[in-house]
C-alpha cells in the first residue's frame, strides 16, 4: 500500500479510466473533425454543380446565337488538336 492509504491497483484502475476517457475524447474529437471535413466537401461539391451548370448553359446559349462562328472554333480546334496527334505519332 501506498503512503495515501490506496493500493497499486486501485491507481492501476484509475489510469485506465482516465486513458480510456481521453480516448473516447479523441475518438469524439475525430468524428466531429470528419464530419465537418466531409459536410466541407459535399459544400464545394454543390458548389462546383452549380457553377459548371452555369458555364454549361452559357456555352450553348453561345452556339446557340452563333452556329458558324461554333462550327469554326470546333473545326479550327480539331485540326490543332489533330496536327498535334501526328506529330507525336
Known amino acids: 500500500m501506498s503512503s495515501m492509504g490506496r493500493s497499486d491497483d486501485e491507481f492501476d484502475d484509475d489510469a485506465m479510466d482516465s486513458?480510456?476517457?481521453?480516448?473516447?475524447?479523441?475518438?469524439?474529437?475525430?468524428?466531429?473533425?470528419l464530419e465537418i471535413i466531409q459536410d466541407s466537401f459535399a459544400d464545394l461539391y454543390d458548389g462546383l454543380a452549380d457553377e459548371s451548370s452555369r458555364v454549361l448553359e452559357t456555352v450553348e446559349q453561345n452556339i446557340e446565337e452563333h452556329p458558324w462562328l461554333s462550327l469554326l472554333a470546333g473545326f479550327g480546334l480539331g485540326c490543332l488538336i489533330g496536327s498535334a496527334l501526328m506529330r507525336r505519332l
Open 19 to 33: 486513458i480510456g476517457e481521453r480516448v473516447e475524447q479523441f475518438e469524439d474529437a475525430g468524428r466531429r473533425g
